[in-house]
């Protein structure tokens, strides 16, 4: 693909992602209401049906990667608990429950406090988000002969602009700083395979 067309499928592919993420949250919801009121079954239900939202979102981004790469590969099979975000040293059990922990009431109960349940929803999204973007990466690098990245900012922060060139093309072999950068990046990794960095002139054959 040409630069133009790699950023354009890039842009289509975090689209479907996030509107994955967002036919997950009902169910996520739901859980919440359910188990508003006993602590630890709440930890437990969420931290269950996060790890069965993660399963999905990866389906879905192995499918379309599949569709954009030409050197995917469809041998090697990846683990969900590989594909996470580490790089912090917590878990997705660690991440859940902190959230669980700030908003439990005095009284053992999210319904003691009227926004609790909407605020850890959110916090829900939040992490889905963030996990959905390190697994996109995280699978396109696994499965796809990807030499060089280029990033492009959604109305990204201040923290993002001062760590790229918009449009700019970074090798791996350089080992750059990759989104997400924070919890709630909105930044877009655009991934080159060897393919268009030749078709780009990058690479001469």
Known sequence: MTKQERKEDTHKRYKTVFKAVDECLPDISKTIIENSDNKKQLKEKLISIMYESLSKLSSIIIKEAKKSYK????????????????????????????RVDKLWGVNNSLKEFSLASITLLSGM??????????????????????????????DCCDNCNDLYEPDEIYWLADNPERPPFHPDCLCEEIEYEYEDLVEMGFIKE
Do not use: P, Q, W
Not at 76 to 82: P, R, V, Y
Not at 138 to 151: Q, Y
């Open 125 to 154: 999204e939040l992490i889905l988000s963030t996990e959905a973007c390190h697994m996109m990466k995280t699978i396109i690098d696994s499965k796809c002969n990807i030499l060089a990245v280029s990033f492009e900012g959604n």
């Open 71 to 98: 050197s995917f590969n469809s041998d090697n099979t990846l683990k969900i608990e590989d594909l996470l975000y580490k790089k912090d040293g917590k878990t997705l059990e660690d991440r859940v429950n902190t």
